[in-house]
């Protein structure tokens, strides 16, 4: 056979993220830029509360999300990206959590920015609120978590969602090369 007719495999690494929010399926798509890779998403259940009330919670909606979408999507890799909100005694932390799951290891996770939340919007949470519809009726802006986020708001704009899951991803995909190059 002539070398030119070998035929040469291409492999596509299939990403599945586990959430419909165009915040999240961009910021996984930045972190992936560069590679040969197809994205799909599916809405995948967290198994836990709308809204995770600590760090703890929050990260086993990441890895419950990522694992499915492991799973169901019948992917390379399932990513999980989970917000949430941890109490303290400064006041009530936002928290981001993240996991990439893999047939290859265990699955790995990472966090992402924390800041306090006004207390006027703390308060509503710990009446059970969830932080999406309280944000759109604080910034009285509609689909707040769908694009600047709490995160975009309460830092006028510097750093929205999806630059902060972007950074939370490079944290996970890093982590997940350097594991497997080992
Ligand atoms: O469709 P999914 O993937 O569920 O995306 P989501 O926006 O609901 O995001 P999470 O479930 O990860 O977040 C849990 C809750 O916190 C809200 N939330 C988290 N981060 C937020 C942010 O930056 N801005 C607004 N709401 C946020 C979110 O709307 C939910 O009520
Ligand atoms: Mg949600």
């Not at 291409?10 to 929010?21: C, L």
């Not at 560069?34 to 919670?57: K, L, M, R, T, W």
């Not at 006027?120 to 009446?127: F, M, N, S, T």
Request: with cysteine.
């Amino acid at each position: 056979m002539s070398p030119f007719n070998v035929e040469k495999e291409i492999t596509v690494m299939k990403i599945i993220i586990g959430s419909k929010n165009p915040a999240k399926i961009n910021a996984v798509k930045k972190s992936f830029s560069g590679q040969v890779a197809e994205f799909i998403s599916v809405d995948i259940p967290s198994g836990v509360n709308e809204q995770p009330f600590s760090d703890e919670e929050t990260i086993k909606g990441a890895i419950n999300r990522a694992v499915g979408a492991l799973t169901q999507g019948n992917g390379d890799i399932g990513i999980g990206l989970e917000g949430g909100v941890q109490e303290t005694s400064h006041g009530l932390l936002l928290c981001n959590w993240g996991a990439l799951a893999s047939n290859e290891m265990e699955p790995i996770i990472a966090g992402g920015a924390r800041f306090l939340l006004p207390e006027e919007v703390a308060a509503r949470l710990r009446a059970g609120e969830e932080l999406g519809p309280v944000m759109d009726d604080y910034a009285k802006r509609q689909n707040v978590r769908k694009h600047e986020g709490a995160v975009g708001i309460f830092t006028n704009g510097r750093i929205n969602r999806v630059e902060m899951f972007t950074h939370l991803m490079n944290l996970l995909v890093g982590q997940f090369t350097y594991q497997r190059e080992r």
